[in-house]
């Protein structure tokens, strides 16, 4: 389950946000996860519940927005979806395409610290 060193370098990293604002505890991170990217978000959330005990994170939430897989066409400038398994093949002039223009995300695109009371 390679998810939990993911979810463990997610605490890494927001807790080294944490830090370098006061240690303040964190409320919540945000990831995006690509239909590609080889992560099942409901194994990294668990992952994730797993991996935050004891740290700043311990009563953090887990955001994951999932990005589904786009490809381009080149030949026609046709965006579709790609489809599992991958598919590459424009529905529009039936040429393969190359250009994936989304689905690999793997990536932390936010980090909420929790208010301090005072």
Do not use: K, N, Y
């Not at 944490?18 to 668990?46: K, Y």
């Not at 490809?71 to 598919?87: I, L, S």
């Not at 190359?98 to 695109?109: D, N």
């Amino acid at each position: 389950m390679h998810e939990l060193s993911i979810a463990t370098a997610i605490v890494e990293q927001a807790d080294e946000t944490a830090r370098t604002h006061g240690t303040r505890p964190v409320a919540a991170v945000t990831v995006r996860v690509g239909e590609l990217s080889g992560v099942v978000p409901a194994a990294l959330a668990f992952a994730f519940d797993v991996a935050r005990d004891g740290t700043a994170l311990a009563s953090a939430a887990l955001v994951v927005e999932e990005v589904a897989a786009r490809a381009h066409c080149g030949p026609c400038d046709e965006e579709f979806a790609v489809g599992t398994p991958p598919f590459f093949w424009c529905p529009r002039c039936d040429q393969p395409s190359q250009g994936l223009r989304s689905g690999r995300e793997l990536e932390i695109t936010g980090i909420e610290l929790a208010e301090v009371a005072g």
